[in-house]
């Protein structure tokens, strides 16, 4: 299993709030992805990295905001809390975008619930 | 971008039938995924099939690129197949990740 941590695995907050959730690798891969699920949607993109300090907007980044300052951490930062931003957040990492070898694996995701 | 859709979108049979699940894509890829998402959450890698056939256990993909299709084929279900399965695409050279469809629901009966 591809070693990738995502803490915390649950959190309730309310409306107004920051919130940071982490993910780490063990893995050593240069590219990181945060997603969010929702009913009906799928897993939808919000931002991703592609080296330290390197990151890019996804499908749905507004309200989010990220930082990668090492290669085994990526956060993601909401800087104040909505209840549209209830949702199971994943973190995924990859060596390879793209190419042959570019096989995605997921953190076990975490459940924020916006009051 | 890329448009995935997934067929069917929900499906309940019983254990031990076969199932094909369906994954169309609106433009050429170079990653094609499919995943498992247990009733847990946990998002399992199933295969990595941007062109090709794969097989592994009761389970196997195969994509047509120059067509636009994936297939997901599950033989003998077992109760512990149910869930998600969802295909996922990458197009292009960017580094942007992979874009999903939204899954097809799997129930297996006992």
């Known amino acids: 299993d591809a070693g990738i941590t995502q803490s915390p695995r649950h959190k309730v907050t309310e409306t107004g709030t920051p919130v940071t959730l982490r993910c780490h690798q063990t893995?050593?891969?240069?590219?990181m992805y945060w997603y969010r699920q929702d009913p009906g949607h799928g897993l939808r993109l919000i931002h991703y990295?592609?080296?330290?300090?390197?990151?890019d907007k996804g499908e749905v980044s507004d309200g989010y905001s990220v930082s990668r300052s090492k290669t085994e951490d990526f956060l993601l930062t909401l800087e104040s809390a909505t209840s549209s931003q209830t949702s199971v957040y994943f973190c995924?990492?990859?060596?390879?975008?793209?190419?042959?070898?570019?096989?995605?694996?997921f953190g076990e995701g975490s459940r924020l619930t916006v009051l | 971008g890329i448009q995935v859709e997934q067929s069917p979108p929900d499906l309940i049979l019983q254990e031990g039938a076969n199932s094909t699940l369906r994954c169309n894509f609106s433009?050429?890829?170079?990653?094609l995924q499919w995943f498992h998402q247990n009733p847990w959450g946990q998002l399992i890698n199933l295969f990595y099939?941007?062109?090709g056939t794969k097989q592994n256990g009761r389970l196997s993909a195969t994509t047509v690129a120059t067509e636009r299709y994936s297939l997901l084929y599950i033989s003998s279900s077992q109760t512990t197949d149910s869930g998600v399965y969802f295909c996922?695409?990458?197009?292009?050279?960017?580094?942007?990740?992979?874009?999903f469809g939204k899954g097809t629901h799997l129930i297996i009966q006992p």
């Open positions: 995924a990492i990859t060596e390879f975008p793209g190419q042959n070898t570019g096989e995605l694996f």
């Open positions: 893995e050593n891969h240069r590219y």
């Open positions: 990295s592609y080296g330290v300090k390197d990151t």
């Open positions: 433009d050429s890829v170079n990653n």
């Open positions: 099939i941007p062109s």
């Open positions: 996922a695409v990458h197009s292009g050279g960017g580094a942007d990740g992979l874009t």
